[in-house]
Structure formats: C-alpha cells, structure tokens
C-alpha cells in the first residue's frame, strides 16, 4: 500500500458501471489489530478495488459504481450504499448469525496458521493453509449467497468482503 494511504478509505483507479468505486470500514465496528490482520484487511481492501463485480439485482436499480461503508452493528452486517457523489442508496442489512460457525472455525485455523508459520515445516504450514482457503470459500459462498437478492458479485469479491466481514467481526 503507498505510504500516506489510509487503508480504511481506499479509492478504486476504475470507473465501471458495476463496481464498487470506494469502501470504507466504519470506525466504530473494528480495532486495530495485529499486524497479520491489518495486512489481511489492507490487502483484502486494496484488492477489491483494484478489481470488483457488484451489481445491485433490483430492476432499476441507481446504476453504479458504488461508494460502501461497511459496519457491524448489533448482530448485523451493514452495507450503506451511496452514489459516487455521496447520496445514500440504500443499506444492505444481513443477520451474522449464519457467518458465526465459519468465522469462529477460520478464526481458529488462521491462529494455527499464525502459529504454524513459526515452527513448522512447509508441509504442514501447507496442509493447514488449505483448510484456511477452505473456510473462507466457504464463507465467501455463504456472503454471496445471502447477498444474492440485492447484490450480483463474483467469486473475488465475495471473498475480499468475507476478509472484512472477519476483520469487522473481531472483539477484544
């Protein structure tokens, strides 16, 4: 990321009609953490922007690209949508709850892999990073999925919003 760049509010190079154009992480949802997860968040961030299919499914639709703030509130995952010059879309509302055995199961398999990056063999490093991609398929699967009636996304983006969704969804 260039130095300077506020990773929370990264703006996209591309101008496509169906994308997400700006996505910016609500303060009050997440902490600083260690510097694995904000590299994890920096990077899933910055990829999206660089490259992202979100296409609202209603039939006319505000045509994009899209500015998303995304936050947690409750036991809620928020999307606020807004138009490139600021004006409030719509928000996107999902319960957690059906993301909350995935995260828990990632969270555990990533502080293996943190772990395991230390003292083990490539191997094993090996074997418990493909359980880690596994999860978090699987997560991406289940965001695009619950998205699906608002939402079109490809795979990627499904991914890159399942990384800020665990970020969002840490604690203490």
């Known amino acids: 990321m260039p130095s300077?760049?506020?990773s929370n509010d990264m703006s996209g190079e591309d101008n496509t009609k169906n994308s997400i154009l700006?996505?910016?992480?609500?303060?009050?949802?997440?902490?600083?953490?260690?510097?694995?997860?904000?590299?994890?968040?920096?990077?899933?961030?910055?990829d999206?922007?660089?490259?992202?299919?979100?296409?609202l499914s209603d039939e006319g639709a505000?045509?994009?690209?899209?500015?998303?703030n995304l936050a947690?509130?409750?036991?809620?995952?928020?999307?606020?949508?807004?138009?490139?010059?600021?004006?409030?879309?719509q928000d996107i509302v999902l319960s957690v709850r059906p993301f909350r055995s995935i995260i828990k199961d990632y969270f555990m398999v990533c502080e293996s892999y943190f772990d395991a990056i230390k003292t083990m063999s490539p191997s094993q490093i090996e074997a418990?990073?493909?359980?880690?991609?596994?999860?978090h398929n699987e997560g991406a699967k289940v965001l695009a999925?619950?998205?699906?009636?608002?939402?079109?996304?490809?795979?990627?983006?499904?991914?890159?919003?399942?990384?800020?969704?665990?970020?969002?969804?840490m604690r203490g």
């Not at 505000?62 to 500015?67: A, D, E, L, Q, S």
């Not at 809620?76 to 600021?86: D, E, H, I």
């Not at 418990?128 to 999860?135: K, V, Y």
């Open 4 to 6: 300077g760049a506020d």
């Open 72 to 89: 947690l509130k409750e036991d809620r995952l928020v999307f606020a949508l807004s138009t490139v010059a600021g004006d409030l879309i």
């Open 62 to 68: 505000v045509p994009g690209p899209y500015h998303v």
């Open 48 to 55: 999206l922007l660089e490259r992202n299919h979100f296409e």
């Open 145 to 169: 999925e619950r998205l699906k009636e608002h939402v079109s996304l490809d795979n990627a983006t499904a991914r890159r919003l399942f990384t800020l969704l665990c970020v969002l969804h």
């Open 128 to 135: 418990i990073d493909m359980g880690r991609r596994g999860l």
């Open 22 to 46: 700006k996505m910016t992480l609500d303060e009050g949802s997440f902490l600083r953490r260690r510097p694995e997860v904000e590299h994890e968040r920096a990077v899933a961030l910055f």
